[in-house]
């Protein structure tokens, strides 16, 4: 095939597709059907319906007894277990589970700020809380710390009540 045979097959294709895709010239009429055959219609409809909801209320769908079985697939050889009678086993009753300490707090370290106040470089922690953003000097609590000592890149933090230390850098 030469371009002149693909190009007039190309030209040829594109002619039929517009051709078949334009609508129809004349729109067909609607015939509406008279109001006594429309509300008959649909009142056969409904009492279906209805037919059918009452039917699907009245059956309940029984719920499939789990029985264990009497073979381990995945054990070659293995006896078979001897069926247990469900009323002779005790019921198992779970201790009961005490309630978890709540998370400690989470805190961050965002940013260092530092000042020269009277000569004195003074640094400041950025630390995100559970709160939001705080800035904290040496000696201040956040979040249930105490900040012990502000660095250039990281902070060292002292949890009140217990006195454990925890130092975070910046990421």
């Known amino acids: 095939m030469d371009w002149k045979s693909t190009a007039v097959i190309s030209g040829a294709g594109v002619l039929a597709t517009w051709f078949f895709s334009m609508p129809p010239a004349q729109q067909p009429v609607a015939v509406q059907a008279p109001p006594a055959a429309r509300a008959q219609g649909?009142?056969?409809?409904?009492?279906?319906?209805?037919?059918?909801?009452s039917r699907l209320q009245l059956r309940t769908p029984q719920a499939p007894r789990y029985s264990e079985p009497a073979r381990n697939p995945f054990r070659f050889g293995e006896p078979r277990r001897p069926e247990r009678a469900a009323a002779a086993e005790a019921p198992v009753v779970a201790p009961p589970v005490a309630p978890l300490p709540p998370p400690p707090p989470q805190v961050t370290l965002d940013?260092?700020?530092?000042?020269?106040?009277?000569?004195?470089?003074?640094?400041?922690?950025?630390?995100?809380?559970?709160?939001?953003?705080?800035?904290?000097?040496?000696?201040?609590?956040?979040?249930?710390?105490?900040v012990d000592k502000v660095a250039p890149d990281s902070v060292e933090?002292?949890?009140?009540?217990?006195?454990s230390v925890l130092r975070l850098g910046l990421r």
């Open 111 to 146: 940013g260092i700020a530092s000042d020269t106040v009277d000569g004195v470089m003074q640094r400041s922690a950025i630390l995100a809380t559970d709160g939001g953003v705080v800035i904290a000097k040496e000696g201040e609590q956040v979040a249930g710390y105490r």
């Open 157 to 163: 933090l002292t949890k009140v009540s217990d006195g």
């Open 42 to 53: 649909a009142s056969t409809s409904t009492i279906d319906i209805q037919q059918e909801a």
